[in-house]
């Protein structure tokens, strides 16, 4: 028994796709994660899927069934709507968007759903320790709730084509001005990343602030035009340092 790290409830964990299977996450990838050290140590990964590969698509052991049933009939199926939209549009152009252009995709959707979703992903894949601090739980539990989630921090999206996807955080970024240190933790797997981040952090060109979202309603659809940068291997933390 461990205890949710979305509930907070002693409970037997469950085994979680990030991002949810039906999202491109099923099949054998090259992937990297923080907590690939910690896994070993656990005995929940093998040395083989921790240098690099994973079998069956990325997973995370950190949420009760309760809570996992509840993301996947509540808030996964327009994550992967959006997914799966996003993808055929790259592919009708016949190949993958270029690194450092931007993009742009309109189509319907329940966007409460999906901010919902991406914030969940990241309570699964940080550490215990930093998810105490995440002020955005309720907000997730209560489907109906929109407008503000937190008073810390933001998020963050962008299209991604790298092959090597990636979730793990944070990372603690002091900057050299004296102002505040920059939290950032990420999730990058094709066709999108996002970013978690204080609320002091600035966005560079091309990250679209999610924030727009908040104040639609659950399960309303909506049309929305998303435009973002497009990202590869270069980490758009660095982006307009």
Do not use: W
């Amino acid at each position: 028994m461990k205890k949710c790290r979305l509930c907070g409830k002693e409970a037997k964990l469950t085994e979680e796709h990030i991002p949810p299977k039906a999202a491109f996450n099923n099949v054998k990838r090259k992937l990297t994660r923080d907590r690939d050290s910690q896994d070993i140590l656990l005995g929940e990964k093998t040395f083989e899927e921790v240098n690099g590969y994973y079998k069956k698509g990325q997973t995370f052991k950190t949420l009760c069934s309760s809570c996992n049933n509840f993301l996947g009939t509540e808030y996964v199926p327009e994550y992967v709507r959006l997914a799966v939209n996003l993808m055929y549009s790259y592919k009708k152009e016949g190949c993958l968007p270029k690194h450092n252009t931007y993009y742009f995709i309109e189509m319907p959707l329940r966007p409460l759903n999906f901010l919902k979703q991406v914030l969940s992903m990241f309570c699964s894949i940080v550490n215990e320790g930093f998810n105490e601090q995440f002020d955005f739980k309720n907000y997730i539990l209560h489907k109906e709730e929109n407008g503000k989630f937190s008073e810390k921090y933001k998020v963050g999206m962008y299209g991604f084509v790298g092959k090597q996807g990636f979730a793990g955080g944070p990372v603690i970024r002091i900057n050299l001005d004296k102002s505040p240190p920059d939290i950032i933790c990420k999730i990058e797997f094709v066709p999108f990343g996002f970013m978690l981040v204080n609320k002091e952090f600035e966005f560079p060109d091309g990250i679209l602030d999610l924030d727009a979202l908040k104040d639609t309603e659950y399960n309303r659809e909506y049309d929305i035009l998303f435009q973002f940068g497009i990202y590869d291997e270069v980490s758009p933390l660095y982006i307009g340092r």
